[in-house]
């Protein structure tokens, strides 16, 4: 399995950080992915090298894209047109993808959460269109897995690696990271 993060100028930290960090210790191969370059740059302005930029990215290699929230990060993802082109083309083959905080309402707009279960951060519910909204920390509909925000970052990303890799690998690592809540 390769994961996708895509990073946005003005990205949330632990949303993004906490998927990586979860998933490359269930041994997941996770490629985070610069959208607006090679260095990027948080809502909190700390700066991350990326692994490759979305342009030099095989998106035919890559099972899941993630995108997290922050602001002015979604704005900045959903302002990239191969961000929106690669979203797309995922749900029409049947491909996952995650979305937390406010990331979802990029989805929504994108028409691809039509027949679906989705969360968000709070005020975002309206661009989830023509979807059932769930009122809990993260939800899994189909090939999509959304959640709500910074507050339930860790819960997104186990979420994550139990859809990949199977609850036994998901309750491995959280046992070794001394996670008992989730």
């Known amino acids: 399995m390769k994961i996708a993060v895509y990073f946005a100028e003005g990205y949330e930290e632990l949303e993004a950080l906490s998927v990586v960090d979860v998933l490359r210790r269930g041994e997941v191969e996770v490629i985070m992915v610069g959208v607006t370059g090679t260095q990027v740059k948080s809502a909190r302005n700390i700066s991350i090298q990326m692994d490759c930029v979305i342009d030099e990215l095989n998106h035919d290699a890559i099972d899941m894209i993630v995108l997290p929230g922050g602001v002015p990060g979604i704005y900045n993802l959903e302002k990239n047109e191969l961000v929106l082109e690669n979203i797309k083309s995922f749900k029409s083959q049947g491909k996952w993808l995650a979305a937390i905080c406010a990331a979802p309402s ?34 899994v509909s189909h090939k999509i897995i959304t ?19 199977g609850k036994g690998v998901a309750d491995t690592v959280k046992e070794a990271m001394l996670v008992r809540t989730i």
């Not at 951060?121 to 979807?131: F, R, S």
């Not at 959640?147 to 890799?165: D, M, N, Q, R």
């Open 106 to 139: 990029i989805l929504g707009k994108c028409e691809l959460l039509i027949g679906e279960k989705a969360t968000c951060y709070p005020g975002n519910e309206k661009y989830l269109k023509q979807c059932e909204y769930i009122n809990e920390g993260t939800v």
């Open 147 to 165: 959640s709500k925000g910074v507050g339930t970052a860790l819960e997104f990303a186990f979420t994550i690696l139990k859809v990949l890799k």
